[in-house]
């Protein structure tokens, strides 16, 4: 897969505003961001109340989905071009549930809300409406998605990629450096998982760096076996999609999942294998 | 505080539940050239290795706030009007810088 077949820069993205079948989507973080500014166009898609079941600990089903993307005005043979904040983090979780419920024609804004905020371009608090339609989502493809079993299994087997902080990874912080350390759950990484942050993966104006350095990175830096299948997993999946997207959209490896349970999921789990420290660890 | 990702809003008041006395908290304020707030910066906060650690965008205050660890920190703020750069010798409790952004 070509980048620009998953990619697009924000010039083009500024020449494509009023192109008919194109569809700007922001998925935020914080709600408040797109009724502050967006682009021109773009509806929005909140990563918890619209992508989160409201009951179960899950997202939303084949159902749901279809029933949220009629809801936005979006058919499906749209092309979606999906951005948002936190270097596009949730827009590239939004990016996998396209995937995963069978969108043909899904792509990313290069760099984001951030970079068009830095290139000062145009966003508009105007409200968006589009016509409600009736999208048809697939059954959801289980190539893309692990569960917590076939990650306890997959120790030792494929490769494990662990795109947390140094410090998250080591068990020295349960979260993130911006947020309060309230959490209960046990620190640490699943052992022989592999430490990429999934910053290392973006520039810092939120672009994702070129194929020749993401793969230096997986493969010459951190020794990433090519020759395996790869699991990616962050606290909660989002940070995640970010470099499933790197590896599997960008750099074309076939058989990627995203650990969505990840840490919140795998370090609650009674008797499973953790490892502590800067170090991958045995099986 | 929501179990999520999410970016917490960086004008607001620190949680209750947050103990001062027990976290080191990393603050302030992102200005332009002209000394005024800097409302949507990208503050990012690098550790003693330079490695990225967080990030958080600048509210209608220009202010930022993380939560580290005792120790050396990099601030980078990165926003329309410029860069700016800042070193950190964090204790625990408060620690304030202000970032200055320029071309």
Not at chain 1, 47 to 57: C, E, G, H, V
Request: net charge negative; with cysteine.
């Amino acid at each position: 897969m070509a980048r620009e077949d998953v990619l697009v820069t924000a010039d083009w993205a500024e020449e494509n505003l009023d192109t008919p079948g194109v569809v700007f989507v922001e998925v935020d973080e914080d709600a408040s961001a797109y009724d502050y500014g967006h682009i021109k166009g773009a509806v929005k898609i909140d990563w918890k109340d619209d992508l989160q079941d409201p009951i179960r600990r899950d997202f939303v089903n084949q159902e749901q989905f279809s029933q949220l993307l009629s809801q936005r005005g979006i058919s499906n043979d749209d092309t979606v071009v999906l951005y948002g904040g936190n270097n596009n983090w949730f827009a590239a979780y939004a990016y996998w549930y396209f995937k995963l419920y069978g969108h043909e024609d899904v792509k990313l804004l290069d760099g984001g809300r951030k970079k068009w905020e830095l290139d000062a371009r145009d966003v508009t608090a105007e409200v968006v409406k589009r016509e409600p339609t009736n999208y048809v989502a697939k059954p959801l493809n289980w190539d893309l998605r692990a569960k917590r079993d076939e990650v306890e299994a997959a120790i030792g087997v494929k490769n494990l990629i662990d795109v947390r902080s140094p410090d998250e990874y080591a068990g020295r912080l349960l979260a993130p450096a911006h947020l309060p350390q309230e959490q209960s759950q046990r620190a640490g990484h699943i052992p022989t998982a592999l430490s990429v942050p999934w910053s290392k993966a973006a520039n810092e104006d939120g672009t994702f760096k070129s194929e020749a350095e993401l793969r230096e990175l997986y493969v010459g830096e951190a020794g990433l076996d090519e020759g395996k299948s790869t699991i990616a997993y962050c606290r909660i999946g989002e940070r995640s999609s970010h470099t499933w997207f790197a590896l599997r959209e960008l750099l074309g490896y076939e058989d990627v999942k995203n650990y969505d349970g990840s840490w919140t999921e795998y370090g609650s789990l009674v008797g499973v294998p953790i490892a502590l420290g800067d170090e991958p660890g045995t099986k | 505080m929501s179990d999520s990702c999410a970016a917490p809003d960086q004008d607001a008041a620190l949680p209750a539940s947050v103990d001062i006395e027990k976290e080191t908290v990393l603050t302030g304020t992102v200005v332009n050239d002209e000394g005024e707030l800097v409302q949507g910066a990208y503050v990012r906060l690098l550790d003693g290795s330079g490695e990225f650690t967080a990030e958080v965008v600048t509210g209608e205050g220009g202010q930022f706030r993380f939560f580290a660890a005792p120790g050396k920190w990099t601030l980078r703020a990165l926003s329309r009007y410029g860069d700016a750069t800042g070193e950190v010798e964090a204790d625990r409790g408060l620690n304030e810088t202000k970032l200055a952004v320029s071309r």
